[in-house]
């Protein structure tokens, strides 16, 4: 299979002056780094240190179910299971590109384990799965309505270095662009392999509410400490 590597482009927002925590955070299908930029100022209070968040932007590409229009999103859509006949060479070259994210802000003097990987919807999913792949130890993953992508390939492919690195998963009941099966289905995988997993539901569709975010700060309290 042949993975063609990306340089994606950012939007960075820093808390405070010399952030020494960083939370790359993923957008969902057909939206862009913008799209959570304000969630900045929500969870501002709950990061005792300087923290750097950034947004990337996923490559631009054409969307199989939706008729091939081309939109910005992490991995093609092939088919409406969109837990089966997965775009494996997009996931793949996302998985890398963000792999990239990870070693620059090391490069910037950053601690992978001051790193945190977040992302909602086709964004957590890359979440979970780099997340879980990656060889350097990081301070957590944040999945928002979202499922575990590769599952064939789980168990071969997690890295040791992120065994106990703390999960945060949250679902909407309400959900339906990603049911709440597949989502609880992930969820049960990686309790059944031993992740540390922070399970929440909420009373919504495919979306954030204020609750949720409230939440995220409240979890990421004992991250960024």
Excluded at 28 to 54: M, S
Excluded at 195 to 212: I, T
Aim: with cysteine.
């Amino acid at each position: 299979m042949s993975i063609k590597s990306v340089n994606l482009p950012v939007i960075e927002v820093e808390t405070a002056n010399n952030p020494n925590y960083v939370i790359i955070w993923l957008h969902g299908l057909g939206a862009d780094g913008n799209d959570f930029v304000p969630i900045v100022n929500e969870l501002k209070p709950f990061c005792k240190k300087p923290t750097r968040f950034i947004f990337p932007h996923a490559p631009e590409r054409s969307i199989s179910i939706n008729n091939g229009y081309i939109m910005r999103a992490w991995y093609d859509i092939l088919y409406p299971d969109i837990d089966i006949h997965q775009d494996e060479a997009g996931i793949g070259s996302s998985q890398q590109a963000i792999d990239n994210l990870i070693t620059r802000e090391m490069r910037r003097g950053v601690i992978p384990k001051h790193i945190v990987l977040a992302g909602f919807s086709q964004g957590g999913a890359m979440a979970l799965h780099v997340g879980l792949r990656q060889s350097n130890q990081l301070a957590g993953i944040i999945a928002l309505s979202c499922y575990l992508l590769g599952t064939d390939s789980f168990t071969s492919e997690t890295s040791v270095a992120n065994a106990k690195t703390p999960v945060f998963m949250a679902h909407g009941t309400y959900d339906a662009v990603i049911p709440l099966r597949l989502a609880t289905d992930s969820r049960n995988k990686l309790l059944a392999a031993s992740y540390a997993v922070s399970w929440h539901e909420y009373p919504m569709a495919h979306s954030v509410c204020s609750q949720e975010v409230v939440d995220i700060g409240n979890w990421l309290q004992h991250i960024i400490d």
